[in-house]
């Protein structure tokens, strides 16, 4: 919880983040997330990044951000394509909303330079960017979101998968896991889902993937960010439970069209052996309409 109140997740340490010159930034970058935008730093800059709906942005946002300093407008996928980079005053408005509406989502970054735990400027700053968001009605992605675990038992190149049997996300094989309750951390989430779905008790899991899973308006309350393990030792046998039916599957042999459409995206990347953190974008359907990929 910040000094006014807001609520924030806790400090995570994220890859595949570029300096204002577009240089991918080597080292890991602290940040730190609200409903309203990731706040992150490097060096001494500060950046608040918000992403919005393409088709909200109005001509009442377009004239706040003209009063903005250190704004970059990106693609959703990318921060290299810039739609928009530091002088809006020769920025024609309906030129600039149809770059931006060439996608479902945009980010809109803005930097700050700081000195070392200067959190009142920081503040300050945060304050002034959501009002402009506030006063002109624009719909913000709430990157704020439920924390859930997934946890995959994996031994040689065999995965274990669970059918859903009922309730969210009946009928897709997928992982084991579920919301994480107060006062828990979210690997005695992972551990307690495990044994309570499975009847297995993991002794050694490893976080492997971090993904946030945005759904539309009617579907809010789906919106998630779900914390992956790895697990290769654990006590008991995988049994069938009233909410899951697990299955061994060669990661050669997993069945994809039968998951969730996001896990072909980023599973096979885990099961390679490497770190990812991914958003991604549903529409009506539950199919991924968009998504953002960092390895």
């Known amino acids: 919880m910040l000094d006014n109140g807001i609520a924030v997740s806790n400090i995570e340490m994220t890859s595949g983040n570029y300096d204002e010159d577009k240089n991918l930034i080597e080292n890991k970058v602290p940040v730190i997330t609200t409903d309203f935008c990731e706040i992150g730093a490097y060096g001494n800059t500060c950046y608040f990044t918000v992403i919005i709906e393409s088709r909200s ?4 946002l377009f004239e706040g951000l003209k009063q903005q300093p250190g704004l970059h407008i990106y693609g959703y996928k990318s921060f290299i394509d810039d739609f928009y980079n530091d002088d809006m005053s020769d920025i024609n408005y309906d030129d600039l909303r149809d770059r931006i509406n060439s996608e479902t989502y945009c980010q809109l970054q803005f930097n700050i330079n700081i000195d070392k735990n200067d959190v009142a400027k920081v503040m300050k700053r945060y304050a002034e960017i959501r009002s402009v968001f506030d006063r002109s009605g624009t719909r913000v992605v709430n990157q704020l979101l439920r924390q859930v675990s997934l946890l995959f038992l994996v031994g040689g190149d065999n995965i ?8 969210f996300g009946q009928g897709h094989w997928n992982g084991v896991g579920g919301k994480r309750e107060t006062g828990e951390t979210i690997e005695q989430t992972a551990i307690r889902e495990c044994q309570e779905e499975i009847n297995v008790i993991p002794t050694d899991i490893k976080h492997v993937a971090t993904l946030d899973f945005h759904f539309p308006p009617d579907k809010s309350d789906w919106d998630m960010q779900a914390y992956v393990y790895l697990c290769s030792t654990w006590q008991g046998e995988p049994t069938e439970t009233e909410e899951m039916k697990p299955k061994w599957y060669k990661f050669a042999d997993v069945p994809y069209d039968k998951m969730w459409t996001d896990d072909n995206y980023w599973l096979p990347q885990v099961l ?4 990812v953190t991914a958003k991604f974008i549903f529409d009506s359907n539950d199919n991924v309409k968009d998504y953002i990929i960092n390895v």
């Not at 942005?57 to 009442?60: P, V």
């Not at 274990?160 to 309730?167: E, S, T, V």
């Open 160 to 167: 274990l998968l669970a059918m859903k049997k009922r309730g």
């Open 57 to 60: 942005f109005n001509r009442d």
């Open 272 to 275: 390679d052996g490497k770190f």
